[in-house]
């Protein structure tokens, strides 16, 4: 399981460091954690997702066109960049992550450890 988010809240921030946080979902079952997170208009070419030691990294940027000599109204996507990162609980297997990107979404299976998952124990009669 997820220990922790660590993404900081970064609505308010400006500038080239400002990113938005995308909304994910997390389940977790007996083989692991499947996480989905929403990334709309993030090409696969600007995805990024990475796990070092304890932490899982989801970084991506939008594309936005630019307009010459346009102004907007208004705008709800102010930031392109999306970052979110998780610490890892040490019940899942980060060598084993499999990740897939279609619509949108972006789908991470992160199983258990073998030694975690429940397993069935066989009684016999003596």
């Known amino acids: 399981m997820f220990e922790k988010d660590t993404t900081k809240d970064q609505e308010s921030g400006h500038g080239d460091d400002a990113t938005l ?5 997390v389940i977790e079952d007996a083989s692991g954690i499947t996480l989905y997170a929403d990334l709309p208009g993030v090409p696969k070419d600007n995805l990024s997702v990475r796990v070092q030691s304890d932490t899982l990294s989801i970084e991506g940027e939008i594309n936005l066109p630019q307009i ?12 392109p960049k999306f970052v979110r990162t998780f610490t890892l609980g040490q019940e899942l297997d980060r060598d084993r992550v499999a990740a897939e990107f279609k619509h949108g979404v972006l789908t991470l299976h992160i199983p258990k450890v073998e030694r975690v998952k429940p397993r069935k124990i066989e009684v016999t009669v003596a």
Do not use: G, R, T
């Open 68 to 79: 010459k000599n346009l102004q907007a109204n208004h705008i709800e996507v102010p930031f």
């Open 21 to 25: 946080s995308p909304m994910v979902d």
